[in-house]
């Protein structure tokens, strides 16, 4: 699986957007995009996935760059409950095996 | 529809003793998959198992862990002779059969295992 990078803390704003910035630009033509989040050490949480086209769903939306070398997770409306460990994982595998980073500490302030 | 259930949430071992770490997987999910996160890190995948096959162990420490997902009941990761080193938070995940990027795995709220 490609390696990710990410940054280690962002801070956003309540009701703001938070765009989260992920690389990879090792990743292969059959890898996927992953994002996950944990919330003050509850189990991780699935928010959204891709191949190349962007995705939108109720949670999120994730833009995917036309090289695929990096993306960036959207979160439209910040809450304070938004403020997690967010993972972005890169991955051909279509099991559950995924490996997880140090992913970014996105902390929502009123 | 239940989500992926672990027990104990929260287990304390002395030294020396054995932890057994139980979970049920969502219904109709046949994979289970055990991670483990250490204080102040990040979560490390540890076992991957289907009903009654281990398909990849190479996150599990060579010696004193073990994993199995019976044909019946829950998946059980167990730690023989517990250390202090082995206190962190115990995951596990499930999906269900797939062939494509179609679905994702859930999460339990995990169990925490203190050894002291």
């Known amino acids: 699986d490609a390696k990710t990078t990410q940054p280690p803390s962002m801070d956003c704003a309540e009701g703001r957007a938070a765009n989260l910035p992920c690389n990879h630009s090792?990743?292969?033509?059959?890898?996927?995009v992953y994002w996950y989040r944990q919330i003050h050490s509850q189990g991780p949480q699935y928010i959204i996935h891709?191949?190349?086209n962007n995705e939108t769903n109720e949670m999120a939306s994730l833009i995917i760059t036309e090289d695929r070398k990096s993306s960036t997770l959207i979160l439209p409306h910040a809450t304070l409950r938004d403020t997690a460990v967010y993972y972005c994982?890169?991955?051909?595998?279509?099991?559950?095996?995924?490996?997880f980073g140090q992913g970014t500490t996105l902390q929502v302030k009123p | 529809n239940a989500g992926v259930m672990q027990n104990p949430r929260h287990l304390v071992r002395r030294r020396g003793q054995e932890a057994r770490l139980r979970c049920s997987p969502m219904?109709?999910?046949?994979?289970v998959y055990w991670y483990r996160q250490l204080p102040e890190e990040g979560l490390k995948f540890m076992v991957y198992?289907?009903?009654?096959?281990?398909?990849?162990e190479s996150g599990m420490p060579k010696e004193r862990f073990s994993a199995e997902f019976p044909k019946e009941g829950p998946s059980i990761l167990r730690i023989q002779q517990v250390v202090r080193g082995d206190s962190a938070a115990y995951f596990c995940?499930?999906?269900?059969?797939?062939?494509?990027?179609?679905?994702?795995?859930?999460f339990g709220q995990g169990t925490r295992l203190t050894v002291v």
């Open positions: 090792t990743i292969s033509g059959n890898e996927y």
């Open positions: 219904k109709g999910h046949s994979h």
């Open positions: 198992l289907q009903k009654e096959n281990i398909i990849d």
């Open positions: 994982i890169v991955t051909a595998s279509n099991t559950g095996k995924l490996i």
């Open positions: 891709g191949l190349k």
């Open positions: 995940a499930s999906s269900p059969v797939r062939t494509a990027h179609d679905t994702e795995a859930f």
